[in-house]
């Protein structure tokens, strides 16, 4: 069980101030996660082996291939702003 001094502190690493309902809320809340958490403990898991992805994913990464890039007219048609064929952006200093 978490106590309330615990949700205060950890509002107060979230630099969020916290309501006494709202800390009464997250005390239940959080409590219910980690008791979760500790059925989740029980289970025997000595024979699992461990996956990294849900489904069997092997290689998610394709191929490099060159393709044509895209013209500047094309490049030029979504900007939002344009000047002397280049887009055109808020001055950054």
């Known amino acids: 069980m978490i106590r309330k001094e615990e949700i205060e502190h950890i509002g107060w690493l979230a630099r969020i101030e916290l309501r006494e309902d709202e800390k009464e809320l997250f005390e239940k809340q959080l409590s219910s996660i980690l008791d979760y958490f500790a059925v989740l403990d029980e289970l025997d898991t000595e024979d699992v082996e461990p ?20 013209s500047q007219s094309e490049v030029l048609r979504n900007a939002p702003k344009k000047e002397k064929g280049y887009i055109k952006s808020p001055r950054m200093l």
């Open 51 to 70: 996956t990294y992805h849900v489904i069997g994913i092997t290689d998610v990464v394709r191929e490099d291939e060159p393709k044509e890039a895209l």
